[in-house]
């Protein structure tokens, strides 16, 4: 089987360093996305721990509702 050679030009080489630049650019434009998407995850994180667990959360929310339920009901001075 014979393999064909691709014959390198200073064209083509200049070409193909133009071509890593920019696939290196873009290759620290995802890293950064990854790393300010690591941030976001870890604040987020960081909320759910300060909310406690969810069945506390939902102790909380009934007692509000049930707080707003009666100063609903109580009459108007």
């Known amino acids: 089987m014979p393999v064909f050679r691709r014959r390198v030009r200073p064209s083509n080489a200049a070409q193909t360093g133009v071509d890593i630049d920019v696939l290196s650019g873009k ?3 995802v890293a950064q996305q990854s790393e300010d998407q690591c941030s976001g995850v870890g ?4 909320i759910l721990d300060a909310l406690g667990p969810s069945s506390a959360t939902e102790g909380t929310a009934q007692r509000t509702n049930t707080i707003a339920d009666t100063v609903t009901g109580l009459p108007q001075a």
């Open 27 to 29: 290759l620290q434009h």
């Open 43 to 46: 604040a987020l994180r960081e």
